[in-house]
C-alpha cells in the first residue's frame, strides 16, 4: 500500500491529495477575483501549475479538468486562456458547468487530478 501524502493540509481540506501515482487537487480559485474572467482564469491556472509541482506533476498529465463557471456566457473567454495554457496534444478530459460559486465576486473554480 502506498502513502498518502497531503499537500498544504488545513483543518477543512487539503489542497492536493497524492495517492500512488496521482495528484488529485482541490478546486483552485483566483486570488484576486476584482478582475475580469480572463485574469482570474489565469491565476487559477497559475494555483494549479504550483500546486502540481509541489506534488511532482505539471499541467501536461493532467488526465481530467473540471471547471466551473459562475457565467457559462463566460465560456469563449475562459477556453481562450485555457488553449493557451494547456500543452499541445496533451489536452485532459474535461468538464465546464455554470455554477453559483462560494464568493459572488469569483468567476471561475478550477479542479484537475493529474499523473505523477
Known sequence: MSAIRRIDPGPRM???VVKGNRI???GMIPE???TDIAS???QTLAEI???LAKGGSDKSKILTATIWLADIRDFAAMNAVWDAWVVPDQAPARATVEARLSD???KVEIMVVAAI
Request: charge should be negative.
Open 49 to 51: 501549475d504550483s500546486l
Open 24 to 26: 488529485y487537487c482541490s
Open 40 to 42: 482570474q482564469v489565469r
Open 32 to 34: 484576486d477575483t476584482g
Open 104 to 106: 459572488p465576486a469569483m
Open 14 to 16: 487539503s489542497e492536493a
